[in-house]
């Protein structure tokens, strides 16, 4: 009862997901795209890689995905 549970509850979290992300690549970033300056986008993406080195730790981000790519393998195609 409980794998069913946090099956339809992850495939539910997929499809929030998916539609979170078309929404930024279709409408937010392409709107943002003709706003934000070339020097502003640089100093984004050097603060948000701060946050992930400072915050969330070196690593972790390609730690998730390794764990994601496992998840998947051992889930949903096994």
Not at 17 to 28: A, R, T
Not at 31 to 43: C, F, H, L, P, V
């Amino acid at each position: 009862g409980a794998a069913v549970k946090i099956a339809l509850a992850a495939k539910d979290y997929e499809g929030l997901l998916s539609q979170h992300i078309y929404k930024e690549d279709n409408i937010l970033y392409p709107m943002a795209q003709g706003r934000i300056s070339n020097e502003n986008d640089t100093a984004l993406v050097e603060a948000f890689e701060a946050l992930e080195r400072d915050r969330i730790g070196p690593g972790k981000h390609e730690a998730f995905h390794e764990l994601l790519h496992h998840l998947e393998k051992a889930y949903l195609k096994g």
